[in-house]
């Protein structure tokens, strides 16, 4: 298996920070654009020297069609640009995007020096279609309150989990990569009492227990997200991130995977759209306003875009 990028596996840092980029002129500017991303890993290390302690990483994904610009003919099985979602009022937004950076460490400060650097190389081949900086709520909570990747895979299932296999050898190593950003309603939900929050999301607040079937409705998130087909639980590698200020703060939601299948399913679930005439009443109190997909190469993969003029 080749080596992935060092962002993915690993449990998240304290901060993150993420870039949504666009383009500019792919045709002509995609070859250095890419090699561009192909020189990151070399970056990091720079900027991880400051402070080793930090652990600075940055994973790097591609949209789908700008990966057609700067691997023609040679892509990844299952790549395809997100599908927005619209479902009596409910909605799911495709935004898209050329380009991700996914950057996560102990220090913010190093994170954002890492994005300038890049940024600054990139210049004005590209533009910012979406940064959000991430941080660690609390105890692992989400800004509702709830410890967030309570069904994130541990150990060796994270590998499994989230990296290509043999199921596309060219591309092993590499992993499908789902973003949205989530606004939510704090107002509201502060309004709703703490056991009807719990039904809400299917856990229990202080300590992350799922409730008793009993207990748990059916439009509970987890109801919605947790997945079994076969007798095997559909899982995803989750990396989501806090966000915001007192004007406007949600949810970064990130999720690794080999098969962009899982991700969307979850989704289809939690908007409505699956025929069962049930959603995740979470949607009432937090709205999608972006939504893209990308593919991660290995890390190997991502080199070789330099070498060879943005064509692995």
């Not at 991660?296 to 991502?302: E, G, H, N």
């Amino acid at each position: 298996m080749p080596q992935p990028q060092p962002g993915i596996i690993p449990e998240p840092s304290q901060n993150a920070l993420f870039l949504i980029l666009r383009v500019l002129e792919p045709a002509t500017r995609g070859p250095a654009v890419a090699s561009v991303a192909a020189g990151v890993p070399v970056l990091v290390r720079k900027i991880g020297a400051i402070d080793p302690r930090a652990k600075a990483v940055c994973t790097v994904g591609f949209g789908s069609e700008f990966w057609d610009v700067i691997s023609p003919g040679k892509r990844p099985a299952s790549l395809r640009p997100f599908k927005a979602i619209e479902a009596l009022g409910r909605s799911a937004p495709s935004t898209g995007g050329d380009m991700l950076l996914h950057i996560i460490s102990k220090r913010q400060d190093l994170n954002f020096e890492l994005a300038m650097r890049i940024r600054r190389q990139l210049g004005e081949k590209v533009e910012v279609m979406e940064e959000v900086h991430g941080f660690r709520y609390l105890d692992t909570r989400d800004l509702t309150g709830f410890i967030d990747g309570t069904e994130n895979p541990k150990g060796r299932e994270r590998a499994k989990v989230a990296l290509i296999g043999s199921e596309d050898p060219a591309f092993a190593g590499g992993s499908y990569v789902f973003t949205q950003r989530y606004v939510h309603n704090l107002k509201k939900w502060a309004t709703v009492p703490e056991r009807e929050q719990e039904k809400v999301i299917g856990r229990r607040k202080r300590d992350s227990r799922e409730l008793p079937d009993r207990d748990k409705p059916p439009t509970a998130h987890i109801s919605r997200v947790v997945i079994e087909e076969q007798g095997e639980e559909l899982e995803i590698i989750r990396h989501s991130f806090p966000y915001g200020n007192l004007s406007e703060s949600g949810l970064f939601f990130i999720a690794y995977s080999k098969n962009l299948d899982i991700p969307e399913k979850m989704l289809s679930r939690m908007m409505g759209t699956t025929g069962d005439g049930l959603h995740d009443h979470l949607m009432e109190y937090s709205q999608a306003v972006s939504g893209a997909t990308f593919f991660a190469p290995s890390l190997a993969m991502l080199r070789s875009l330099k070498s060879s003029s943005g064509r692995p």
